[in-house]
């Protein structure tokens, strides 16, 4: 049998002006010289007062802006985070910025402290890195969880709310991906149950507050960062990603290798990968459509800039992005099935 072994953040905050506990929680983890990874916006907006705290806390910082998700990116701040010999990095922005601090603190071994400002995704908690290899195939790297997650509600309501929209489909995605889990762990995988109903107790949280979180108010957003810690957790027990990614991931990750147009963000295509996967495992697409219209979030190929064409090519494509027992099987949905499915759902126009 398996050694489970967990690895979780030591303290999580989440509240308004929560920036302000930064300095005593790198006092809790012994670290005077930091590196912030960020980007030029939210440094602008957040980081330079950030910093400017910091300095009258007499904690030493470097500020990075990482330039895009690739690995030669990533491992550029990685090495500067070595040339700096910093006790810990802080990624401070959206999941490129949690990405990179991430790897830089996987890489040397360092403390890490994860500072969303939206929630657009599941991965403010995670231990995961997400890359796309240049054939554009999802690579998921197993870095390191968060040793502190500081989410300030201050600034996360200020965030645009289709980044918001955004992480609640991502989110509400676990209605799908906690099913192929416990179907993979019916059919002999050693996956945790612990964290599978982790990630189903978050996805049931957006489902009971969709009407305080469609507002994107302090309270909504508390709710959603809640939920989104949750799912690092799941992933953080599991050891990897099959709790909280199924086969409404691998039709998004399969959207992103066909589609050429689209101008979509990852959480809003899991969205609709989610209304596609509902019938496969006898859920509600009304019900999980109904909640993503509720926030705003796509619902169909048009709302993202896909045509009907990659929409169907994605969803015969999906069961080849990795290798994980879902819904979808070895075998895939032929291009009939693809397109019955896409149609019954509203994804795509019925034919005339």
């Known amino acids: 049998m398996r050694t489970w072994r967990w690895s979780l953040p030591i303290k999580v905050i989440i509240g308004e002006n929560a920036l302000k506990e930064v300095p005593s929680v790198l006092a809790l983890l012994g670290a005077k010289n930091i590196l912030v990874v960020t980007d030029e916006i939210v440094f602008e907006i957040v980081g330079k007062h950030l910093i400017e705290d910091l300095t009258r806390q007499r904690i030493k910082s470097h500020t990075v802006f990482v330039r895009n998700s690739s690995v030669q990116e990533y491992e550029r701040i990685a090495a500067k985070a070595l040339d700096l010999n910093v006790e810990a990095t802080i990624g401070l922005g959206g999941g490129r910025s949690i990405d990179a601090a991430k790897y830089a603190s996987y890489k040397t071994g360092k403390k890490f402290v994860s500072i969303p400002t939206s929630i657009s995704h599941d991965g403010v908690a995670s231990p995961t890195v997400s890359l796309k290899k240049p054939d554009k195939y999802p690579l998921s790297i197993m870095a390191k969880a968060p040793d502190a997650v500081i989410v300030d509600l201050n600034v996360i309501i200020k965030a ?14 676990k209605i799908i991906s906690t099913k192929d889990a416990m179907l993979a762990y019916n059919l002999g995988e050693e996956v945790s149950l612990t964290a599978i109903k982790l990630a189903e107790t978050a996805a049931n949280l957006l489902v009971e507050h969709v009407s305080e979180i469609s507002g994107f108010g302090k309270k909504g957003v508390e709710i959603l960062a809640e939920a989104a810690i949750m799912c690092g957790m799941a992933t953080s027990i599991n050891g990897n990603t099959q709790p909280v990614s199924g086969s409404e991931h691998l039709f998004s ?3 992103d290798i066909v589609s050429v147009g689209k101008k979509s963000l990852h959480g809003e295509q899991v969205g609709i990968g989610t209304i596609l996967m509902a019938p496969l495992h006898r859920v509600s697409w009304r019900m999980i459509r109904r909640l993503l219209k509720k926030v705003n979030a796509p619902v169909t190929a048009e709302d993202i800039g896909a045509t009907e064409e990659e929409v169907i090519k994605a969803l015969t494509l999906a069961h080849k992005i990795r290798k994980r027992i879902t819904i979808l099987g070895s075998t895939g949905l032929t291009r009939e099935a693809a397109e019955r499915l896409a149609m019954l759902t509203k994804v795509i126009k019925p034919s005339k």
């Open 253 to 255: 990750h399969a959207l």
């Open 160 to 173: 645009p709310k289709r980044l918001l929209a955004s992480g609640f489909a991502d989110i509400l995605g």
